[in-house]
Protein backbone atom coordinates (compact mmCIF):
# COMPACT_ATOMS: atom_id res chain seq x y z
CA UNK A 1 0.00 0.00 0.00
CA UNK A 2 0.90 3.49 -0.29
CA UNK A 3 1.46 5.94 2.45
CA UNK A 4 -2.45 7.50 0.62
CA UNK A 5 -3.97 4.82 1.95
CA UNK A 6 -4.73 3.18 -1.25
CA UNK A 7 -3.56 0.29 -3.00
CA UNK A 8 -0.96 0.35 -5.19
CA UNK A 9 -1.76 0.31 -9.21
CA UNK A 10 -0.72 -3.21 -11.06
CA UNK A 11 -1.30 -4.36 -14.28
CA UNK A 12 -3.47 -2.22 -16.51
CA UNK A 13 -3.97 0.52 -14.11
CA UNK A 14 -0.20 0.82 -13.84
CA UNK A 15 0.34 1.24 -17.11
CA UNK A 16 -2.09 3.83 -17.55
CA UNK A 17 -1.29 5.65 -15.00
CA UNK A 18 2.40 5.90 -15.46
CA UNK A 19 1.21 6.55 -19.22
CA UNK A 20 -0.95 9.59 -17.31
CA UNK A 21 2.54 10.78 -15.54
CA UNK A 22 4.69 10.76 -18.67
CA UNK A 23 2.11 12.63 -20.42
CA UNK A 24 1.69 15.12 -17.27
CA UNK A 25 5.76 15.73 -17.78
CA UNK A 26 5.60 16.37 -21.63
CA UNK A 27 3.27 19.46 -20.68
CA UNK A 28 5.47 19.95 -17.71
CA UNK A 29 8.58 20.13 -20.14
CA UNK A 30 6.33 22.52 -22.34
CA UNK A 31 5.29 24.71 -19.54
CA UNK A 32 1.69 24.66 -19.67
CA UNK A 33 1.33 24.06 -15.82
CA UNK A 34 3.66 27.22 -15.64
CA UNK A 35 1.77 29.16 -18.14
CA UNK A 36 -1.27 28.13 -15.87
CA UNK A 37 -0.78 29.16 -12.69
CA UNK A 38 0.68 32.50 -14.13
CA UNK A 39 -2.59 33.35 -15.96
CA UNK A 40 -4.75 32.08 -12.43
CA UNK A 41 -2.66 34.12 -10.53
CA UNK A 42 -3.13 36.80 -12.71
CA UNK A 43 -6.84 36.99 -13.77
CA UNK A 44 -6.90 36.26 -9.51
CA UNK A 45 -5.30 39.00 -8.48
CA UNK A 46 -6.05 40.25 -5.02
CA UNK A 47 -9.21 37.80 -5.15
CA UNK A 48 -7.21 34.55 -3.85
CA UNK A 49 -3.14 34.20 -2.09
CA UNK A 50 -1.47 33.19 -4.91
CA UNK A 51 -0.86 29.42 -6.25
CA UNK A 52 2.86 29.14 -4.72
CA UNK A 53 5.05 26.71 -7.02
CA UNK A 54 4.49 25.70 -10.51
CA UNK A 55 5.12 21.74 -9.44
CA UNK A 56 2.32 19.73 -9.45
CA UNK A 57 1.57 19.15 -6.08
CA UNK A 58 1.74 22.72 -5.27
CA UNK A 59 -0.59 23.96 -8.31
CA UNK A 60 -3.04 20.36 -6.85
CA UNK A 61 -2.86 21.45 -3.16
CA UNK A 62 -3.61 25.15 -3.63
CA UNK A 63 -6.61 24.17 -6.16
CA UNK A 64 -7.96 21.20 -4.09
CA UNK A 65 -10.91 22.68 -2.66
CA UNK A 66 -12.31 24.31 -5.84
CA UNK A 67 -12.41 27.98 -4.11
CA UNK A 68 -9.79 29.75 -6.42
CA UNK A 69 -11.45 27.82 -9.12
CA UNK A 70 -14.57 29.22 -8.66
CA UNK A 71 -13.30 32.62 -8.63
CA UNK A 72 -11.23 32.07 -10.99
CA UNK A 73 -14.92 31.21 -12.93
CA UNK A 74 -16.73 33.95 -11.34
CA UNK A 75 -14.45 36.57 -12.72
CA UNK A 76 -14.71 35.44 -15.83
CA UNK A 77 -18.38 35.03 -16.09
CA UNK A 78 -18.94 38.33 -15.23
CA UNK A 79 -16.71 39.91 -17.49
CA UNK A 80 -18.89 37.84 -20.06
CA UNK A 81 -21.83 39.28 -18.34
CA UNK A 82 -23.29 36.19 -17.38
CA UNK A 83 -24.63 34.74 -13.36
CA UNK A 84 -21.95 33.81 -11.52
CA UNK A 85 -22.11 30.13 -10.08
CA UNK A 86 -22.79 29.70 -6.12
CA UNK A 87 -19.55 27.70 -3.98
CA UNK A 88 -18.43 27.32 -0.29
CA UNK A 89 -15.65 29.74 0.74
CA UNK A 90 -15.28 27.72 3.60
CA UNK A 91 -14.44 23.84 2.79
CA UNK A 92 -14.65 21.63 6.10
CA UNK A 93 -15.32 18.80 3.77
CA UNK A 94 -14.79 16.46 0.77
CA UNK A 95 -18.14 16.92 -0.01
CA UNK A 96 -18.21 20.46 -0.09
CA UNK A 97 -14.89 20.78 -2.18
CA UNK A 98 -16.64 18.43 -4.40
CA UNK A 99 -19.23 20.55 -5.10
CA UNK A 100 -17.20 23.73 -5.54
CA UNK A 101 -15.19 21.77 -8.46
CA UNK A 102 -18.72 20.22 -9.89
CA UNK A 103 -19.54 23.83 -9.83
CA UNK A 104 -16.70 25.23 -10.91
CA UNK A 105 -16.92 22.37 -14.59
CA UNK A 106 -20.68 23.77 -15.26
CA UNK A 107 -19.75 27.68 -14.85
CA UNK A 108 -16.53 26.39 -17.54
CA UNK A 109 -19.64 25.18 -19.66
CA UNK A 110 -21.64 28.17 -19.14
CA UNK A 111 -18.74 30.51 -20.12
CA UNK A 112 -18.28 28.45 -23.45
CA UNK A 113 -15.64 25.47 -22.49
CA UNK A 114 -16.43 22.63 -24.11
CA UNK A 115 -17.72 19.82 -22.00
CA UNK A 116 -15.05 16.98 -23.46
CA UNK A 117 -12.70 19.54 -21.13
CA UNK A 118 -13.60 19.42 -17.92
CA UNK A 119 -12.41 17.11 -15.26
CA UNK A 120 -13.70 14.84 -12.65
CA UNK A 121 -13.53 16.09 -8.90
CA UNK A 122 -11.20 13.06 -8.00
CA UNK A 123 -8.94 13.98 -10.42
CA UNK A 124 -8.03 17.23 -8.16
CA UNK A 125 -8.95 15.78 -4.81
CA UNK A 126 -6.55 12.56 -4.64
CA UNK A 127 -3.79 14.31 -5.81
CA UNK A 128 -2.43 11.71 -7.52
CA UNK A 129 -0.17 13.42 -10.63
CA UNK A 130 -1.47 11.51 -13.65
CA UNK A 131 -4.89 12.42 -13.10
CA UNK A 132 -4.25 16.17 -12.53
CA UNK A 133 -3.19 16.71 -16.28
CA UNK A 134 -7.17 16.57 -16.57
CA UNK A 135 -7.04 19.83 -14.14
CA UNK A 136 -4.18 21.45 -16.15
CA UNK A 137 -6.13 21.11 -19.40
CA UNK A 138 -9.23 22.24 -18.46
CA UNK A 139 -7.75 25.65 -16.93
CA UNK A 140 -5.82 25.72 -20.38
CA UNK A 141 -8.83 25.08 -22.45
CA UNK A 142 -10.53 28.02 -20.22
CA UNK A 143 -7.13 30.09 -21.33
CA UNK A 144 -8.14 30.20 -24.76
CA UNK A 145 -12.16 30.83 -24.52
CA UNK A 146 -10.81 33.63 -22.01
CA UNK A 147 -8.56 35.04 -25.13
CA UNK A 148 -11.37 34.61 -27.71
CA UNK A 149 -13.42 36.90 -25.37
CA UNK A 150 -10.54 39.52 -25.57
CA UNK A 151 -9.88 38.99 -21.56
CA UNK A 152 -7.17 40.45 -19.92
CA UNK A 153 -4.43 39.27 -19.12
CA UNK A 154 -4.38 37.12 -21.92
CA UNK A 155 -3.42 33.25 -21.74
CA UNK A 156 -0.20 32.76 -23.09
CA UNK A 157 -0.25 28.89 -22.84
CA UNK A 158 0.33 26.93 -26.78
CA UNK A 159 -1.80 24.74 -28.28
CA UNK A 160 0.20 21.24 -28.92
CA UNK A 161 -0.38 18.35 -30.90
CA UNK A 162 0.80 14.77 -29.97
CA UNK A 163 0.88 11.48 -31.60
CA UNK A 164 -0.52 8.72 -29.51
CA UNK A 165 3.43 7.23 -29.75
CA UNK A 166 5.10 10.29 -28.33
Avoid at 102 to 113: I, L
Avoid at 127 to 132: A, E, L, M, T, W
Wanted: aromatic content about 8%.
Amino acid sequence: MSGSGRANKSGLGYEVEKKMEANYDREEAAGTPTHVVNWVNAILGSEHDPIPGTDWKSICNHLRDGVALCKLINILLKKDGKSPINFQKKVMSPFVAMTNIENFNKGCQDYGVDRESEFQSGDLWEVRKGPFLNVINCIHSLGFVANKKKVSPQYTGEIRKYMDNE
